[in-house]
């Protein structure tokens, strides 16, 4: 199966600063990935699919790339309301695995 | 507007089974794979099992092959988790959550709000 490594798994930032999240698969996955935010004590919220397209309503400081194997998740600038536990997701194909998760702070 | 409530979580004894229910409403049910995913208290999220619209297409996590069974009733637009011999790694939140399409295979969007299973002596 396909592992999925995100990295760090926390960060710290402050207001306004560019914040990078990376998700890496341990085989390509072409660019079937999605990007999950959740807020504490609440359930998940889809972000990103396909890599780069943001699901609506998603505000436009948030930003995927990548393809294959390597994936980012961009803040491009962080506000308070960002803070929050994000989650890679494959699904070229069953499993659907999550990555182990990236705690944002500021 | 779409919403997915759970039901049937509580306390059970390892060995024991429990099943979960999942009501949708606000959409097309027969159109759309469902799924469950768990969160384990602290813990990150994993994919449990998915389910294609016409019950077609079927996967499991490995953790959990050959003891839950997951199933669909498109006349009553309710999604099953059917778990038998829970073991206390089980314990979790467990998350309803709706398909993009009617493919298994596909990211996850909304969720419901969660039931909790708490697997313990």
């Known amino acids: 199966d396909i592992q999925m490594t995100q990295s760090p798994s926390s960060l710290s930032a402050s207001v306004g600063d560019r914040v990078t999240i990376t998700c890496r698969a341990s085989q390509g996955i072409s660019n079937y990935l999605a990007w999950y935010q959740q807020k504490s004590g609440k359930i998940p919220k889809l972000l990103i699919y396909g890599a780069s397209t943001l699901q609506s309503g998603v505000p436009s400081r948030f930003s995927g790339s990548g393809s294959g194997t390597d994936f980012t998740l961009t803040i491009s600038s962080l506000q308070p309301e960002d803070v929050a536990t994000y989650y890679c997701q494959k699904y070229n194909n069953a499993p659907l695995t999550f990555g182990g998760g990236t705690k944002v702070e500021i | 507007e779409v919403q997915l409530v759970e039901s049937g979580g509580g306390l059970v004894q390892p060995g024991r089974s429990r099943r979960l229910s999942c009501a949708a409403s606000g959409f097309t049910f027969d159109d759309y794979a469902m799924h469950w995913v768990r969160q384990a208290p602290g813990k990150g999220l994993e994919w449990v099992s998915g389910i294609s619209w016409n019950s077609g297409s079927i996967d499991y996590a490995d953790s959990v092959k050959g003891r839950f069974t997951i199933s669909r009733d498109n006349a009553k637009n309710s999604l099953y988790l059917q778990m038998n011999s829970l073991r206390p790694e089980d314990t979790a939140l467990y998350y309803c959550?709706?398909?993009?399409?009617?493919?298994?295979?596909?990211?996850?969007?909304?969720w419901g709000q969660g039931t909790l299973v708490t697997v313990s002596s």
């Open positions: 959550a709706k398909g993009r399409s009617y493919g298994l295979v596909n990211w996850f969007d909304p």
